[in-house]
């Protein structure tokens, strides 16, 4: 089975810097992929790793580490616009096929 | 822009009324999904489509069907809504099985009276 875990909830300041964590145990990897979710709206794609180390991408960078089954996405210089939900995804061979899986995400709240 | 269109955005249902949602897209991938979602929740998968080739997962209940005519379209059948089935639907496409992230419509809020 797949197992995905994340904080529930964050609070951080504006302009602060912060990381959201993932841990995973997983039937096997390929891959993990992050999702910013604003309340009722549809998940958006932030990142991807398939490979250990920092994935640079802008303001959404995302670090893995295969062995540790550990993900984090640090988020610098916060602003009031990222309060939403961090939502972490694995990739596993399930049933012949790639089948991704969401956590149940984390609700950032970025105060003033 | 190519994008994923749900449509409608709100869909309210009587109990046990069949109700269909669908979903379209223009990003010409091969392969779609359906989630649900519940409030904070994780997107739960119910079933995709590779391109013609259905995969259900195994603990979608058989209350939900889904069609995918061609490429573009993908519908959401629920024969019998349930109190417990409002949800929020999503669909998500994406170029391969699992390989490229999902690109995700809006979302269809579904109630159940």
């Known amino acids: 089975g797949q197992n995905i875990d994340q904080p529930t909830e964050m609070t951080a300041t504006e302009g602060a810097i912060v990381q959201i964590n993932c841990t995973y145990q997983t039937s096997g990897f390929n891959g993990l992929f992050w999702y910013q979710q604003h309340a009722g709206e549809a998940p958006t794609f932030l990142s991807y790793?398939?490979?250990?180390g920092l994935e640079e991408k802008g303001r959404f960078s995302s670090f893995l580490s295969r062995s540790k089954g550990y993900s984090y996405l640090p988020l610098k210089e916060l602003q009031m616009k990222d309060s939403a939900s961090y939502l972490c995804?694995?990739?596993?061979?399930?049933?012949?096929?790639?089948?991704?899986?969401f956590g149940t995400g984390t609700k950032l709240q970025v105060i003033p | 822009d190519a994008m994923v269109i749900q449509n409608p955005r709100y869909q309210v249902t009587q109990f046990g009324k069949p109700v269909t949602l669908s979903c379209s897209q223009t990003l010409n991938h091969n392969v779609m999904y359906w989630y649900q979602q519940k409030s904070s929740q994780a997107p739960k998968l119910l079933f995709h489509y590779y391109d013609k080739d259905f995969n259900n997962e195994a603990d979608t209940p058989d209350n939900f069907q889904s069609r995918r005519p061609n490429t573009s379209f993908c519908f959401l059948d629920i024969r019998s809504p349930g109190l417990g089935d409002a949800a929020m639907y999503l669909c998500?496409?994406?170029?391969?099985?699992?390989?490229?992230?999902?690109?995700f419509g809006d979302g269809t809020r579904l109630s159940i009276l």
């Open positions: 790793n398939v490979l250990d």
């Open positions: 995804a694995v990739r596993a061979p399930s049933g012949g096929y790639q089948k991704v899986t």
């Open positions: 998500a496409t994406s170029l391969r099985d699992g390989d490229q992230p999902q690109h």
